[in-house]
Antibody, heavy 122, light 111 residues
Framework: QLQLQESGPGLVKASETLSLTCTVS??????????WAWIRQAPGKGLEWIGT???????FYNPPLKSRVILLIDKSNNQFSLRLTSVTAADTAVYYC??????????????WGRGTLVAVSS | QSVLTQPPSASETPGQRVTISCSGS????????VNWYKQLPGTAPKLLIY???QRPSGVPDRISGSKSGTSASLAISGLQSEDEAEYYC????????????FGTGTKVTVL
């Protein structure tokens, strides 16, 4: 069974960079059938898609976040990562990593990590 | 940033049927597949319906999805206490170079 696990600091200072890693087990981030995504959820709010990275390193970002986000893939460690620069209090959220299901013409997230809360302090 | 609109809440008694709507536009629901996620408090979302009406393994057939034009619906029949949760629709949006958008979310309460 595929499992995803987020890891990283739970507290980041404002204006600094948030860095999270998602470790995948039971599957390979190098599998060409899938893409790997990050989603976040501010406290008491809805879900916001951050972006997706493909095994080739190709990325798709949410336009409002594009200037501050970098998604990377590490096939040797079966991980993918998120970096969000110049964070503010508005970036405080639970961050989830997930797998995009197979299929070129469809986009859905079929496996999710448990999520990790990241708070931004002033 | 949600561009998919859902009613904030829905409720029904056990055993009844509840339907949740999701309204979008030509660039998202009108062109692409709709998915639905269920989220219990303090847990990660779970895929409930993909590609408009497909159920992943393990999702009971009393849960169904449909799409018409720029709107979609999720129906839960034979409502059970375990169905009390937040539900989100989602779809790929072709605007702005492409992005995945979620609905505003609907809290389902089993009375």
């Amino acid at each position: 069974q595929l499992q995803l696990q987020e890891s990283g600091p739970g507290l980041v200072k404002a204006s600094e960079t948030l860095s999270l890693t998602c470790t995948v087990s039971g599957g390979s981030v190098g599998n060409s059938n899938y893409q790997w995504a990050w989603i976040r959820q501010a406290p008491g709010k809805g879900l916001e898609w951050i972006g997706t990275v493909y095994y080739t390193g190709r990325t798709f970002y949410n336009p409002p976040l594009k200037s501050r986000v970098i998604l990377l893939i590490d096939k040797s460690n079966n991980q993918f990562s998120l970096r969000l620069t110049s964070v503010t209090a508005a970036d405080t959220a639970v961050y989830y990593c997930a797998r995009k299901g197979p299929g070129y013409n469809s986009y859905y997230l079929d496996f999710w990590g448990r999520g990790t809360l990241v708070a931004v302090s002033s | 940033q949600s561009v998919l609109t859902q009613p904030p809440s829905a409720s029904e008694t056990p055993g009844q049927r509840v339907t949740i709507s999701c309204s979008g536009s030509s660039s998202n629901i009108g062109t692409n597949f709709v998915n639905w996620y269920k989220q219990l408090p303090g847990t990660a979302p779970k895929l409930l319906i993909y590609s408009n009406n497909q159920r992943p393994s393990g999702v009971p057939d009393r849960i169904s999805g449909s799409k018409s034009g720029t709107s979609a619906s999720l129906a839960i029949s034979g409502l059970q206490s375990e169905d009390e949760a937040e539900y989100y629709c989602a779809a790929w949006d072709d605007d702005l170079g492409g992005l995945y958008v979620f609905g505003t979310g609907t809290k389902v309460t089993v009375l």
